[in-house]
């Protein structure tokens, strides 16, 4: 018998931060299973709040209009059908227009909401990341904490063919355990096809060799936060008119 009981425990830093923000959630609970979705505030699953209204469209032209929103926790657009939430195949998808934001979708990679486009254009990932220890308590009242517990990951389809996914964690003892989810984002530019993670200058450098002393000389000058999108979008926009 699964036991029903579930404390909530929510740490939020630099939360006000659009980008480069880290927020971190804390659930304690003793259920022998948990799916995360279904126990995790709503801010560290989905973008938006609601399902927003989009554009899809396929490589091969054709749009539709359809409600979305993007699932950070399991890396998936949600639609909303006739037979319900369903996740947005990415087969034949070029793009998605949700509002003002541009997301597109790069294989094992995931999405990315494209911030600016061109030669080199420039992408966002949100991502969340799930773990989950056993909890002890110690002397006095005191929390302790023992081995991991492995976090457990299922793909279920139903009758109709529809693409499904669900994380969940097993707790087969129902100890108590606390499910931490820590929400973190990051930037890429994309060259030739390739994703470049752009982490600090040397890295950036190191990439581009054939732009070293320009590229250098513009992030002394312009003093270029790597934490900072506006700043990366000034870098960008400057890589965009190099030769």
Known sequence: ?????????????????????????????????????????SSFVFLYPELMDAVIVTKDGRTSQAKLNYSMLLDEMHMQTRRGIQAVETNNLKN??????????????????????????LLMKRQIRVSAMPVRRGAYGGTDYTSAIDLAASIATNSGGDFNREIFLDNPSGQEMDI????????????????????????????????????????????????????????????????
Do not use: W
């Open 1 to 41: 018998m699964l036991r029903n009981r579930c404390l909530l425990f929510i740490f939020i830093i630099a939360a006000s931060l659009p980008v480069f923000s880290q927020r971190t959630l804390t659930i304690r609970s003793t259920d022998t299973r948990v799916q995360v979705e279904k126990v995790a505030d």
């Open 96 to 121: 998605l227009e949700i509002g003002s934001a541009t997301f597109i979708h790069r294989g094992e990679e995931g999405y990315f909401e494209v911030l600016s486009e061109g030669r080199f254009p």
């Open 180 to 243: 931490t989810l820590r929400y973190s984002d990051y930037f890429v530019i994309e060259k030739s096809g390739q994703l470049i993670r752009l982490n600090n200058q040397r890295q950036l450098l190191r990439d581009f060799p054939e732009y070293r002393n320009e590229l250098r000389d513009f992030i002394r000058s312009e003093n270029i936060n790597f934490s900072n999108q506006q700043d990366l979008v000034k870098l960008v926009n400057f890589m965009e008119e190099m030769k």
